[in-house]
């Protein structure tokens, strides 16, 4: 009896393929409802980090690291100069009037008559007077110190019973260790008025007395020069009390202070 085609035959197992079809198809027909949600992707944000924030502190740690090298450079250069100065022992330079040369003196009253070193004395007492002056000045300076001396520009003032007679400057100089050297200066007077009674003093003096007694002033500037460093200025003042005749036309007396003590 030949076999039963129908009953003999095992259903096929169905292929992958063929489910996926299967599948397609149910999902064609059932429309997008049966389609499967798509997934959803989540990000994680994690917080960014300015860039301006960590250049201002690489800034602020270049800025603390050049204060502490200038600073300790600084300090460095101090202990230098001190040690320096120690070891050198500065001293204020001497600066002395040595010499005083009359080149004209001459008096003006304003009285016909005048005293011009060879008049008599002036019978009346004169309402104002004027005096005419030229004198050479002649100046030592001392440096007793190790290393050298700046000197500044230095100014001298001639001076009757405090009235200022007239001005002279001196250019500044370098001056050696252990070294003198002189210095010159000229004050002109050119008719420097006098009120009365200063007026009758200067004749009195100059025509009874036969002297005329002046006062020069001076400050000097001066900075002690260590391997190229100059140091804070000091100053060298100068008092002279001198006298001169106005006949023989020269210095009778000379008495000079160097910062207050008598030289």
């Keep these: 009896m030949p076999p039963n085609n129908h009953q003999n035959h095992a259903p096929r197992p169905e292929t992958p393929s063929s489910t996926a079809n299967g599948n397609h198809h149910h999902r064609g027909a059932a429309g997008h409802s049966l389609a499967a949600p798509p997934l959803q992707q989540h990000h994680t944000y994690y917080p960014h980090r300015s860039s301006s924030s960590s250049s201002s502190a690489s800034f602020k740690g270049c800025c603390c690291c050049l204060f502490l090298l200038f600073s300790f450079l600084a300090l460095l250069v101090l202990a230098v100069v001190l040690v320096i100065v120690l070891a050198v022992k500065p001293k204020k330079p001497q600066f002395d009037l040595q010499q005083v040369g ?121 900075k002690i020069r260590v391997m190229d460093f100059d140091s804070p200025g000091v100053q060298v003042s100068v008092d002279c009390a001198i006298v001169i005749s106005p006949r023989k036309q020269s210095l009778t007396y000379k008495q000079c202070g160097f910062d207050g003590l008598s030289v």
């Design 102 to 222: 009359v080149q004209y003196m001459g008096i003006s009253t304003s009285n016909p008559s005048s005293f011009d070193g060879t008049a008599t004395a002036v019978a009346t007492t004169p309402t104002t007077a004027s005096l005419s002056l030229t004198i050479h000045m002649i100046f030592t300076a001392v440096n007793p110190n190790k290393v050298g001396i700046k000197y500044g520009e230095s100014r001298f003032t001639v001076m009757y019973r405090g009235i200022p007679l007239g001005k002279a400057s001196v250019p500044g100089f370098y001056q050696e260790a252990h070294s003198a050297r002189t210095v010159d200066a000229t004050i002109a007077v050119d008719r420097a008025n006098l009120m009365q009674a200063d007026a009758a003093d200067l004749i009195r003096d100059a025509s009874l007395y036969d002297r005329v007694e002046l006062r020069v002033l001076g400050d000097v500037g001066a």
